[in-house]
């Protein structure tokens, strides 16, 4: 380097202390303004009481800045003292508070929003009171007397009908139970809980059998609920009733009351309830039967044992046991904030993981008994903060076992031993009275999911460099999101007979006949068995049931079953189950025979043993096909022990998997290569002959004879060597004259080894580096035999049949590219565009690539998910262009850092769900996705990284993405504000719900299938002004399995081979948008799309406005002097430029109604005429358009429309 | 003839037929601070210029008016932005292209008389007499395009490197011998090599950095740290103080995040 600074040597030297003073000073603006404090207070004896002993860190670092300056005080006192007043003991303990027990002030303050904005206005309070008080004088009003025939139908489905049932009037007052006693109600519907107890008078000592209690309870409901319609009070309000948590034998009636503003949001449930000591102590242990067989006309062999009921059991005691339970439970909960606020929290952490729902839903007041269970075990104290509350929750549900029983009854009552009760039960938790199980519906597989969740919520609160608190309470998690396979059983038949034929009796009794427990025991305990350690755990997925009318009859639930699989990637899709060896263990063999059926085989292993054993597949499968391996399973088993046939039984896995799959079109048999390959192949298995034909070429060069430089690092930086690319990438490319025709072309980076000797100017340093690729071109067709092309961008390999395109990074490249020589003439590196992009090809996107491929190595289903992802969006007609395609592998990386979820994702399917779930729910602007490969980021730095985001967010693009190798980019080196732009952005996330509705709905629903994947994989044609269809045999088809196009029907695809690296779409449409995309915005399918959809700007910006010479693109004069745009001239443009490849524009509209009429499209060469109409078409369009958007729009649109026109 | 704000707008056809044209506006180039590459009196000032036009179809266009000297384009009008326009396009070995879009162009006639020749055009035809377009667009653009500068042909790559790496040494070496002379320019300065006698330090942020930080530390390393009682004092001030300030700055996020409205979780 030269430099002309010599004759005043001194001047340099001075010029860094200066700037390092400037720099100080600003750092410690703060700290003098403390010093000035100081000498304010110092006069004041009190100034050093507030300060307990600094943390050692900060204190050593400090007081240096301080006392550096200590002149400057004079003239900063004035505008610096307001800062620093004297700290109050209070602040002072609510500073050190917030910095001890949460890792940031922003935890806190985000906890304490949420719960103000929870808090339920008093308006409800105080309509809850008056409510409360009017209906215990309406109680105290009913009179004893005989029911006779009601109007009203018994909310009871059971065969036997009640004789008659003398209501005698309540003894007690009614009470709130629940969220509403304990004071953590809920909103946005806002569930107020009500117990009335019937008087014993009421039951009879022998109640107690045979579900005549519940037969009573539901008749003085029913009787109840007459009285109150007949009574003024009540005459207006809704009256409905609903089974209690999915319960057929807990019939509950919900109350919308009509009154002023609470109508809308809140709700009344009454409970009947009765007295404990109705019935002898000891009857509902859990080991009684108190439903016999006889009850439902089956025989039992008197000298057994009757089988007990204890689920039955618990059901009834949970009516029997509420008064004294809510009573302690209110007690611990009055006036405590800190109890009710932390269960606020678990209440909304619980609701937003679906945990809580239905028979065998994780209830809430479990959680409400289990804190007030660690506060009497003393590891909760009175006084904790309501996060310490729920921080402790957590930890301890994630500690403790509750399978061998907990207990909140003090020793003195649980006379029962523990162990014994909880042998009745999956989880025992047992209530003040020591006789209830809170639990004991609920079954292990939930229990250990509730686990599970609470450990990643402490692990997420622990994570210093995480802002959790969005990840906890605020991100929705549905539960069928959560499972990776999922088993759908409707159909009414089958469900009977598998309740008929092979439910065990004693199930019956325990659970009353009610089918669905009954279902869940029998299938999980067969899928259990034969899934084994594939599978983590098979978790029920329940909906509740919707009230009826209290007129209707109830209605019969529980005769259909939908179970959640998370499968164990590592386990699940091995293609052999193997049992005992005949010689050493028969019993156990034929046992295992009996169990697989014809399936199972002998067979002899490689090791000489020779056992029954089960093949599902072959190891040389490939991996989609494995995946199929669980759905194998299940549907034999279902077939071999319950006679299901596949028809019956809905298995949901990997449906949508098929878009990556080859075109069906494309024959692999016509295609001369020695790679052995299926017609039914798809892109995740084609990558590994891609990667391996480009690990030979590594080799081959880096064992290259006779170059000047030795090539130190070779890297691949397509998607496909990540597996991420969706298209199928077959071993096409050749050689034509002086061409290579290829589709794809794999990019390859490579580093030579150092050298002083590379020339200091950029263009020199262009130069050389084409002639050293020339150089290596030459050697690999001398030595490996090779065909090459030189090209502007790299060397064109061929290889195998695949074309590589290898580029030289050279760091010195990269400095040329960021120098600039300031005014003083000191040299500095500043990113500027060109560098950034030149950093992130040549030496960031092969380091990501890398952590990609691991990430794939390790979970699996990474790359299938990414296909999946990047298909959606392009049969959304969003191209790299507009939404970048590192973007979504990022993104869906994210999603496959263990933060989202306890478990990792195993089937692509499950994760593109999650794909849809992070884009419709995310807060784009208020969250940066920062992927942390290998935790190189420290905390500092994230921390810092946020609060620029935070405090700067108008420099960040509206999609932030950082990883640990673009330390210094973050934020701004994968996105820009082009792509995605912040309407794209908005398009995609309304996009994105429309899917996940389209999904949900149809898992959800009773009787639809799940979603065929043209429903998701084929775009909207609505909400777009022009099409410009292109000639389809000059657009080469992509090889992925194509749904059809949103505009026209499927047409004979054509494979044509493009010269390689020529991109040509791509190009066109870069240059369309690089020039009118202040006109337009511009719509293709990467993946082999055949039309350009257009949508123009609003029409303000065609309007007339006045002559600007900055402002003047593409307008013409008009009256009065103004100028404005013409549509017209654009599209003569857009003609122009496309010239010889369109083939005609329309409209959306007309399309269509072409597509109904079934006429064939036009083809170019008779397109003559349509094309003059066409040109003229589109302006009655357009002041159709125009009329039609001022007129307000319709509601019955698709979403999709409406999004597409959010554009404008 | 339309003309606007003192612009004659003309339309620009591509074909004979064309019925939707641009309009360009033109004038004679005239601001205070002329460029001397954009000559008073002889320059056409053209504004609206449609992104595929060429500076070569230009030529032929006005060539019609009289000679033309010179062609350039430029995003806006503006001191520096042509050379902007054409930053690093011209370079070898670069993929450099000057944008797409809609632009100005300034056209440098040999002659003054030719300005109101051109200024009398009823219209910019970029076709010639037999009606073909002067521009290449669609397929064959394409295909000259990936022939002519995506491909590149060995030898002949290899024959440019080496002409321009021969004249990049001789330009370097001519730098060396100038650095080794140690003369005085014209204006006092003396140009110093990082070799010799009299070298000077680098003048590389990196460098000035790394002596500043020498600075800083020789300094600090003279201080007395918690030493006296009162920088014990201001340094737990200090710690009070940042935390207040971090709590301070926590409240505005959250007043941020308040409004955008992301605490209700249902």
């Known amino acids: ?177 629940g969220a509403a006693a304990t004071g953590t109600l809920l909103g946005p519907k806002i569930v107020v809980d009500v117990a009335l107890e019937m008087p014993k008078e009421s039951l009879h000592k022998e109640d107690y059998l045979n579900l005549r209690y519940d037969q009573k309870r539901a008749l003085y409901l029913t009787y109840v609920t007459e009285r109150m319609q007949e009574s003024p009070n009540y005459a207006n309000d809704q009256f409905k009733f609903n089974y209690l948590a999915n319960n057929p034998l807990k019939p509950v009636l919900e109350l919308t009351p009509v009154a002023k503003q609470v109508t809308k949001h809140l709700q009344v449930r009454l409970f009947i309830t009765a007295p404990l000591s109705s019935f002898k102590p000891g009857r ?14 089956d025989e039992w062999d008197e000298e057994e044992p009757l089988p007990s009921t204890q689920h039955y059991n618990a059901n009834v005691l949970f009516d029997l046991t509420l008064a004294e339970n809510q009573a302690h439970l209110e007690k611990a909960f009055k006036g405590r904030r800190n109890f009710q606020d932390g269960l606020l929290l678990l209440k909304v952490w619980l609701r937003q993981r679906e945990l809580c729902i239905g028979y065998s839903g994780f209830g809430s007041h479990i959680l409400a008994a289990y804190i007030v269970y660690l506060n009497s075990q003393r590891i909760l104290h009175q006084s904790s903060s309501s996060y310490q509350v729920a921080r402790t929750v957590w930890n301890q549900l994630a500690n403790t076992d509750w399978t061998k029983g907990i207990s909140l009854a003090p020793a003195s009552i649980q006379t029962e031993e523990l162990t014994k009760l909880a042998s009745h039960y999956d989880v025992c938790f047992m209530d003040f009275t020591g006789q209830l199980n809170f639990c004991a519906n609920v079954p292990l597989s939930l229990y250990q999911r509730v686990r599970e969740e609470a450990k990643l919520a402490v692990d997420l609160l622990n994570d210093m460099k995480l802002n959790s608190f969005p990840l906890i309470f605020m991100q929705k998690c549905p539960l069928y999101s959560r499972v990776d396979n999922i088993l759908k059983i409707t159909n009414y038949s089958c469900v009977n007979q598998m309740l008929m034929l092979h439910s065990q009796p004693k199930f019956k009794y325990d659970y009353a006949k009610y089918g669905y427990p009954q279902l869940l025991q029998l299938l999980t305990e067969l899928l259990k068995k034969g899934l084994a350690e594939r599978v983590q755990s098979i978790i029920p997925l329940e909906t509740a049931t919707t009230a009826w009318l209290v007129e209707n009859k109830a209605p019969s639930i529980g005769k259909y079953i939908q179970l959640g699989l998370i499968l164990q990637p590592d386990h699940a899709y091995e293609v052999l189950n193997k049992g005992p060896a005949t010689n050493e263990d028969p019993e156990g063999a034929a046992e295992f025979r009996r169990f697989w059926g014809e399936r199972s085989n002998l067979r002899r292993f490689q090791d000489g043993s020779i056992t029954e054993a089960v093949v599902w597949g072959t190891a ?126 794999q990019r390859v980076v490579i580093q030579l080894g150092q050298s002083g000797k590379w020339p200091n100017e950029l263009t020199a340093l262009r130069a050389l580096k084409t002639a050293f690729l020339i150089e290596i071109g030459e050697k690999l067709e001398a030595q490996c035999r090779l065909q090459w092309v030189m090209s502007a961008e790299g060397l064109l390999v061929l290889k195998q049949g695949f074309c590589f395109l290898i580029e030289l990074a050279h760091s010195k490249e990269l400095a040329l590219l960021k120098q600039e020589v300031t005014e003083r003439g000191v040299t500095t590196y500043v990113d500027n565009p060109a560098s950034r992009t030149l950093e992130r090809h040549h030496y960031i996107l092969p380091k990501v690539s890398g952590a990609l491929h691991s990430l794939h190595q390790s979970l699996s289903a990474f790359g299938p998910t990414v296909m999946l992802a990047k298909r959606w969006l392009a049969t959304q007609l969003l191209d790299d262009g507009l939404w970048p395609e590192m973007a979504t592998e990022l993104l869906v990386a994210h999603l496959f850092q263990q933060r989202n979820a306890p478990q990792a994702i195993a089937a692509p399917q499950t994760g593109f769900i999650r794909f849809l779930q992070l884009l419709a729910h995310s807060d784009f602007t208020g969250e940066l996705f920062l992927l942390n490969f290998n935790n190189s980021w420290q905390e500092q730095q994230v921390a ?91 657009v080469p088809n992509s090889l992925s399995y194509d749904l059809g196009s949103p505009f026209v029907s499927f047409s004979q695809p054509n494979f044509h081979l493009p010269p390689a690296g020529a991109d040509r779409m791509a190009r066109i449409v870069g240059q369309l948008r690089s020039a009118y995309s202040d006109f337009a915005a511009f719509f293709y399918n990467p993946h082999g799309g055949k039309e350009l959809a257009i949508v123009w700007r609003p029409p303000t910006d065609f309007a007339p406005k006045p002559f600007k010479v900055t402002e003047l693109q593409a307008c013409s004069p008009c009256e009065n002097g103004k100028v404005q745009v013409l549509k017209e001239t654009l599209l003569e443009d857009f003609k122009m430029l496309l010239k010889d490849f369109y083939l005609r524009i329309s409209t959306p509209e007309e399309l269509k109604r072409e597509q109904r009429e079934h006429q064939q499209p036009k083809r170019y060469f008779n397109a003559k005429q349509p094309q003059e109409k066409s040109s003229l078409k589109p302006k009655k369009q357009k002041i159709q358009k125009d009329a039609e958007q001022e007129a307000p729009p319709k509601k019955k649109r698709l979403i999709k429309s409406s999004a597409l026109k959010a554009l404008n | 003839m339309v003309e606007l704000e003192g612009y004659v707008v003309v339309p620009l056809r591509p074909t004979p037929q064309a019925k939707h044209c641009h309009s360009v506006y033109m004038r004679e180039h005239f601001i205070r601070l002329m460029d001397p590459n954009k000559p008073k009196g002889r320059t056409l000032f053209l504004l609206n210029v449609p992104p595929y036009v060429t500076e070569d179809s230009l030529k032929t266009v006005f060539g019609r008016a009289g000679i033309v000297e010179a062609v350039e384009f430029a995003a806006k009008p503006g001191k520096e932005e042509t050379i902007k326009w054409y930053e690093g396009t011209g370079e070898p070995f670069s993929n ?171």
């Not at chain 1, 509902?284 to 006309?297: D, E, K, L, T």
């Not at chain 1, 890297?715 to 034509?736: D, N």
Request: include cysteine; charged fraction near 30%; charge should be positive.
């Open chain 2, 96 to 266: 450099t292209r000057p944008p797409f879009k809609f632009k100005v162009a300034y056209i440098v006639f040999q002659k003054s008389s030719s300005i109101g020749k051109a200024l009398a055009l009823k219209s910019i035809d970029l076709f010639n007499s037999s009606g073909e377009c002067l521009l290449q667009t669609g397929m064959q653009l394409w295909h000259d395009e990936y022939e002519g500068n995506y491909l590149l042909e060995a030898h002949k790559a290899k024959i440019q490197v080496s002409k321009y790496m021969a004249g990049y040494d001789k330009r370097e070496r001519a730098a060396a011998e100038a650095a080794k002379t140690g003369e005085a320019d014209a204006d006092g300065w003396v140009t110093v090599g990082k070799e010799g006698r009299n070298a000077g330090f680098e003048q590389k942020a990196s460098v000035v950095e790394r002596l500043e930080q020498k600075v800083a530390r020789d300094h600090k390393s003279k201080e007395l740290k918690n030493f006296y009682t009162f920088q014990i004092r201001e340094s737990k001030m200090q710690n009070i103080v940042e935390m207040r300030k971090k709590f301070e700055e926590d409240k505005r996020k959250i007043e941020l995040l308040k409004q955008s409205r992301r605490f209700k979780p249902f």
């Open chain 1, 620 to 745: 040389q499968d490939s991996p989609a096909k494995k995946r199929q391996i669980v759905r194998q399973i299940v549907l034999h088993l279902l077939e071999h022990h319950l006679q299901l046939e596949g028809k019956d039984v809905q298995f949901i896995g990997a449906e949508l998997d098929q878009v990556y799959r080859l075109s069906p079109w494309f024959k692999v048999n016509k295609l001369k290569t020695k790679l052995i390959l299926d017609q039914d192949t798809d892109a995740e298995a084609l990558s590994p002959h891609v990667i391996r034909c480009y690990d030979e070429l590594a080799r081959q060069l880096h064992g290259l004879n006779g170059l000047p430089l030795e090539i130190v690092s070779i890297s691949g930086t397509s998607p496909i060597f990540r597996y991420c690319e969706p298209q199928p990438v077959l071993p096409q490319a050749r050689v034509a004259g002086k061409h290579i025709l290829a589709s794809h072309v």
């Open chain 1, 284 to 297: 509902f242990v859990p080991w009684n039967n108190n439903i016999r067989p006889s009850f439902y006309g």
């Open chain 1, 944 to 1034: 810092d990284l946020e609060h620029s985001y935070r405090s700067d967010r108008q420099s960040y693009p509206p999609l932030a993405l950082a990883t640990s190798y673009d330390i210094q980019h973050a934020g701004r080196l994968w996105t820009s504000d082009q792509s995605p732009s912040q309407r794209v952005l908005g398009h995609v996330t309304r996009l994105a719900r429309h899917g996940l509705q389209i999904i949900e709905t149809s898992l959800m629903s009773k009787d639809l299938r799940f979603v065929r994947p043209a429903q998701l994989f084929r775009g909207s044609n609505e909400g777009y002004d022009l099409v410009i269809q292109l000639k389809p045999d000059l």
């Open chain 1, 1 to 177: 380097m030269m430099l002309k600074a010599k004759r005043k040597p001194g001047k340099s030297d001075r010029i860094p202390k200066k700037t390092s003073k400037k720099a100080d000073r600003a750092d410690s603006q703060e700290d003098s303004s403390a010093v000035d404090h100081l000498h304010l207070e110092q006069s004041t004896p009190s100034s050093d009481d507030g300060f307990d002993e600094p943390e050692p860190t900060p204190a050593k670092k400090n007081p240096i800045q301080v006392t550096t300056k200590p002149k400057n005080n004079k003239f900063k006192q004035k505008n610096e003292t307001k800062n620093v007043k004297p700290p109050t003991l209070e602040e002072m303990k609510e500073l050190r508070d917030t910095q001890n027990l949460f890792h940031s002030n922003l935890f806190k303050l985000q906890v304490k929003e949420m719960l103000e904005e929870l808090q339920l206005k008093t308006k409800y309070m105080e309509f809850i009171d008056s409510w409360l008080e009017s209906f215990t004088v309406f109680t105290q009003q009913l009179k004893d007397g005989l029911m006779e025939r009601t109007n009203l139908e018994v909310p009871l489905n059971l065969q036997q009908k009640p004789s008659g049932f003398v209501f005698s009037k309540p003894t007690k007052e009614p009470y709130l139970i």
